[in-house]
Nanobody, 117 residues
Framework: QVQLVESGGGLVQAGGSLRLSCAAT????????MGWYRQAPGKQRELIAA???????TYADAVKGRFTISRDNAKNTVYLQMNSLKPEDTAVYYC???????????WGLGTQVTVSS
């Protein structure tokens, strides 16, 4: 069973916007804080945004004020609205549980975001 499916990535010019979606199984989503991560070429995967089951959010400094994470608990889906994109946002984006609060056993394929200058 596919447990995490990220979508919505693509090629966009600097200053543009994208909205990512992540459909998760209930076993991963329900009751857990969820997060969006990204991995740029040659760099480690990093957590950039997180949202608790109750809707509280936190962001990495690099994306604060530009990205917004949200969740639809009825659909087991997490979203990432990305505005004012920069070339340095280019990466593969993944969603998963917030690894700071729950163990991660599985990663999806992610979705590629490429921002041209």
């Amino acid at each position: 069973q596919v447990q995490l499916v990220e979508s919505g990535g693509g090629l966009v010019q600097a200053g543009g916007s994208l909205r990512l979606s992540c459909a998760a199984t209930r076993s991963i989503f329900s009751g857990n804080a969820m997060g969006w991560y990204r991995q740029a070429p040659g760099k480690q995967r990093e957590l950039i945004a997180a949202i608790t089951s109750g809707g509280s959010t936190t962001y990495a400094d690099a994306v604060k004020g530009r990205f917004t994470i949200s969740r639809d608990n009825a659909k087991n889906t997490v979203y990432l609205q990305m505005n004012s994109l920069k070339p340095e946002d280019t990466a593969v984006y993944y969603c998963n549980k917030d690894g700071r609060t729950a163990p991660i056993d599985y990663w999806g394929l992610g979705t590629q975001v490429t921002v041209s200058s």
